[in-house]
């Protein structure tokens, strides 16, 4: 009597790999035999999804091909308006940060990009009060506001060349230059550090 039983190996047929991330060498390959109904089924099934998807993708062409020329020309306005929005709003917040560092750099701000993240929201449409926001940010963090570049006066005039180019100061951060000062004068290393908070 002939065996009505078929031997296919089931990954033709999963939908994730159940073994996935785990490492299969050595084992020993596990084969299971599927009758013809069972097969059927799981062709079936696997046709039916594949039907659907392919329904769902032809339903949304007709609907295309259905438009009339109006429908069409107000899709494609539609669309190149929204296009037009985005690139309107990029515009306006590149002018708001270009004006905000302005205002911030004439304030003596630090760093105008930090400014700019704390006030943009509150700027107004015609960006009027900016520098009036930048004030009150200096009044409540006052560590945004660039020292002095006099500081040590006449009685230390090493400390005021070194303030003046202060290697902790964002504008003239360098590694190399704190680090030879850390070693000849670490007093002084301190002051620096402390002016640039």
């Given amino acids: 009597m002939k065996d009505d039983r078929l031997k296919i190996s089931l990954q033709y047929f999963a939908d994730d790999d159940p073994d996935e991330g785990e490492n299969t060498e050595g084992k020993q390959e596990q084969t299971r035999t599927f009758t013809q109904d069972e097969l059927d089924a799981i062709i079936s099934k696997r046709l039916a999804r594949e039907r659907k998807a392919w329904e769902a993708q032809l339903e949304e062409e007709r609907k295309k091909a259905q438009m009339t020329e109006a429908e069409k020309a107000k899709a494609e306005a539609e669309e190149k308006i929204k296009e ?3 690139k309107v709003k990029a515009a306006n917040e590149r002018i708001l ?11 003596g701000i630090v760093d105008p990009e930090v400014a700019f993240l704390m006030i943009k929201d509150n700027v107004d449409e015609d960006l009027s009060n900016i520098k009036q926001l930048l004030e009150d940010l200096i009044k409540q963090k006052p560590y945004l506001k660039k020292s002095p570049a006099n ?7 090493g400390a005021s060349q070194n303030a003046k180019e202060n290697p902790w100061l964002p ?9 030879k000062i850390l070693r000849e004068d670490p007093e002084l290393a301190a002051t620096l550090k402390r002016m640039a908070r």
């Fill in 171 to 179: 504008e003239y951060f360098n590694l190399t230059k704190q680090a």
């Fill in 97 to 107: 940060q270009a004006e905000v560092k302005a205002s911030a750099t004439e304030l």
């Fill in 84 to 86: 037009w929005e985005s």
């Fill in 151 to 157: 500081i040590g006066g006449g009685t230390n005039p």
